[in-house]
Each structure stands twice: as C-alpha cells, then as structure tokens.
C-alpha cells in the first residue's frame, strides 16, 4: 500500500502549495484551497466516524449484567452518529467539489465517471462476493429473505428495502447508509449546476426544514423508527448541512461567524443531544418521540458542523491537530470506505464461528472486557481486509480517475480539479462520503 500522507510544515500534503487559502476577492468564494492541499484534519474525522460506526454495530447484542455494562453499552449504542458524521462530511466534500468544477464544460461527465470509479467497483465486488460467490460455494453468509431481495442492493435501494419491507441480514444490513449517498450523488449535480450560490444556500435551508417537518409528520402518523431512520427522504438533510457548510467555507462574511461561535455551538448541541436526546440505551433513536425524530438528526448533524469547522481552524502543532493528522488517522481514513464494506460481513463469519461475546456471558459478570476484545479484533480483521483490497484492487481502479478531469471552459487551457477534490481522492465515506 501507498504509505500515508505525512503532514508537511503548514499541515497539508508535502506536495501542496504551502500558501495558507485566502479569500478569492472576484467570486465572494471564502477558502480557496490550491490544487494538491489535502485537508489532512478530514481524514482524522473520516477515521473517528468509522470507528464510532464498528463499535456501535459489534456491541450490538451485548449482555448487561454486571459492574459496568451498562455504561459502556450506552456509550456504544450512541455510536451510530459516526454514519451522520460520514455523512456530514460528504456533502460538505462533494458540494465543495461540484462549487469548483462549476462552470466547467465537462461538470456532469467529469462528476459521475469520477464518482463511478471511486464509489461502484468495491461496492459491486463485495456484493459479488456476498450474493453469488459464497451462495454458489454453499457458504452463504446471508438468509433466504436477503437472497431473493437481491436488486434491492444491486440498485442502491437496501434503504428503502429496510424502511419499507423488513431489516436484511446482518451481512448487508449497513448498505442502507451507502444507498442514501449514491442518492445525494445523482441528484446534487444537478441542484448545484442549476442554482446560484445565493439560490443554493435558499435550497439547502429549505430542503433542511422540510426535513424536520416530514419527520415530525412521520413518527406522529405511525411511520416506524426504523423507517425515518434509513429512507432518504428523511435523511438528506445531514448531507444538505454539510454542503452549506461548504458554501460558508467559501464565503467570508459566513465563515468567520461560524469559526467564531462554533466552539459555543458545539458544546451547547452536544448537552441538547445529552440532555433531551438519551434513554436508557444511550443516544437511541429507537426510542424517540415525533418530537425528538424531528430535531434529533438535525441536532446531531449541526453538532457534527460545529465539529467540522473546530477541525479545520485547529491550529497546526496542537495536540488535536496532530492526532486528526496523525499517520495512523491518515491510513484509517483511506480505508474507511473499504473497511465500512467489509465490517458487517466480517462480523457475521465471528458470529457464525461462535466468536460473540453474548454467546460466552456469564449472568452477574462484567461482559464489556470481552466486548471491548470483540470491537478490537472485529476492527484489526477489518482493517486487514480493506487494506488487501486497497492494494490488490481498489488504487488500481482509482488510478483511473486521474483520466478524468474537469476541463477550463476557455478553449486551449489546462484542467483544472476542484479545490476539495484531493481530500477525498484517496478514501471516501460512507458516507459513505
């Protein structure tokens, strides 16, 4: 594998323009980041939201029965907002992509092929793997229901498949979120390519509230939790937060009001969610009234928000900095598209080869230690295979991507790449961005 980026003297990539991005004065544009800077602080974020993802999804199960269970599971149970960090993230890089390339004659085929080649060929290889490899060696690691409901992984619609027909398999169960991305990647484009900034900002605002509205609309009406937790229609509008936090990145009047009470914000949206958000189980949407399904995404994603803009102000040196810098934070990020693929169905074969902590508790004994053991090696093993596939396939096919670019309108002139578009040249969400 490709070693990780290590921070150069001013925390980007050593091959980036070491200027410090600057407000661009003719476009009203906030950040202007040169072509080659990695914003390295988002790679640290991609690594902590796949982390926060494996430890809510293996502890899920767990037995609560003695000194300490309780808390650690409340903890990991809450850990289901690293899917809306992902989210957050993406549509705050693929918003900032689309702003750039804006203008460019080839902005919709550039887009789509790019994103094609990053987001389809792992994705379509783990389900190869899944639905037709393993069933035809007579080692399927998905039930009967899951098998006939084949096409609904194979279109990106497991998110609808969940809220409108019943949960899949352990295997595939988490392809839900990745359906809600591909979703915002169709339909983005278009909004960008076809508003003004200032129309822009009008939609985001607007898609944002109807969000609110329609989930209050849903849970008071009898549409289930689990429903308003993985269809896009109630969903988007994490990734809509993040894309207006990529127009105030470009805008200088915005941008600094956000740096200034973001530090505020932060802290006050984590004690709502703390306070008027957690139950027994932690942080569990499960248990949410039509009240708390209306604003607890929305409260979790502007946290999230809060978060990203401390990330990116963080002053270079700081002990932060350095740690969502970090060389392993770096190698985490990279993979984490691979490793959210690849989690749910390698907790599966640990199941089924009897390795759950449940199956060995001991009732009145602390079960987290053996939980916390469970995670570590569930995230080694995980680790391991994005990595294989990283090297073995998946940088192969990215090496594509460099035939793709998005080309100047002015005739005879060279391409250009969106400013934000190396930050997730090597490692995408997923949001997974």
Same mark, same amino acid.
Request: hydrophobic letters at 50%; a positive charge; glycine letters at 10%.
């Given at each position: 594998m490709d070693g990780p980026v290590k921070n150069g003297p001013n925390g980007v990539a050593p091959d980036a323009d070491p200027t410090v991005p600057k407000p661009d004065p003719h476009d009203g544009g906030g950040h202007v980041v040169k072509k080659g800077t990695r914003l390295l602080v988002l790679d640290g974020l991609r690594a902590a939201a796949i982390c926060l993802v494996m430890i809510h999804h293996y502890s899920?199960?767990?037995?609560? /029965?003695?000194? $300490?269970?309780?808390?650690?599971?409340?903890?990991?149970?809450?850990?289901?907002? $690293?899917?809306?960090?992902?989210?957050?993230?993406?549509?705050?890089?693929?918003?900032?992509?689309?702003?750039?390339?804006k203008g460019s004659p080839s902005y919709f085929r550039t887009f789509y092929i790019r994103r094609s080649l990053r987001i389809f060929p792992i994705y379509y290889l783990m389900l190869l793997l899944v639905f037709i490899i393993l069933p035809a060696l007579d080692m399927s690691i998905v039930d009967s229901f899951t098998l006939d409901h084949g096409p609904w992984f194979w279109l990106y619609g497991a998110n609808y498949l969940t809220g409108l027909v019943a949960w899949p398999d352990t295997a595939v169960v988490h392809l839900w979120s990745l359906a809600i991305e591909?979703?915002?990647?169709?339909?983005? #484009?278009?909004?960008?390519?076809?508003?003004?900034?200032?129309?822009?900002?009008?939609?985001?605002?607007?898609?944002?509230?109807?969000?609110?509205?329609?989930?209050? !609309?849903?849970?008071?009406?009898?549409?289930?939790?689990?429903?308003?937790?993985?269809?896009? !229609?109630?969903?988007?509008?994490?990734?809509?937060? $993040?894309?207006?936090?990529?127009?105030?990145?470009?805008?200088? $009047?915005?941008? #600094?009001?956000?740096?200034?009470y973001s530090k505020m914000a932060a802290v006050l949206l984590f004690a709502a969610l703390a306070v008027g958000f957690t139950n027994s189980q932690g942080l569990d949407w499960r248990y949410w009234s039509p009240v708390q399904h209306a604003f607890g995404y929305t409260i979790v994603a502007l946290f999230f928000v809060a978060v990203h803009v401390l990330a990116l102000q963080l002053p270079v040196g700081t002990l932060l900095y350095r740690i969502l810098s970090s060389a392993p934070a770096i190698w985490i990020g990279r993979l /984490?598209?691979?490793?959210?693929?690849? !989690?749910?169905?390698i907790e599966t074969v640990a199941i089924k080869l009897g390795l759950h902590p449940g199956e060995h508790a001991v009732e009145g004994s602390p079960s987290w230690p053996y939980e916390l053991v469970y995670i570590m090696g569930n995230a080694v093993v995980t680790a391991f295979v994005a990595w294989l596939t990283w090297n073995l396939f998946e940088k192969h096919v990215l090496s594509l991507k460099d035939r793709f670019v998005y080309q100047k309108p002015e005739a005879g002139t060279a391409a250009i790449r969106p400013a934000v578009e190396t930050a997730v040249d090597a490692a995408e969400v997923a949001p997974l961005k």
């Open positions: 899920q199960g767990m037995v609560k /029965s003695g000194f $300490g269970d309780r808390p650690f599971y409340c903890f990991a149970n809450s850990c289901w907002v $690293g899917v809306d960090l992902f989210f957050v993230l993406s549509g705050f890089l693929i918003t900032g992509i689309l702003l750039d390339a591909e979703h915002f990647y169709m339909l983005w #484009p278009f909004v960008v390519f076809f508003t003004s900034r200032k129309q822009l900002l009008v939609v985001c605002c607007m898609t944002i509230v109807c969000m609110v509205g329609m989930r209050f !609309h849903a849970a008071s009406n009898g549409v289930s939790s689990e429903a308003i937790y993985v269809m896009t !229609h109630y969903r988007i509008g994490t990734l809509v937060l $993040g894309s207006l936090l990529a127009l105030a990145w470009r805008t200088p $009047g915005i941008w #600094p009001v956000l740096v200034r /984490s598209y691979g490793m959210y693929l690849f !989690h749910r169905p």
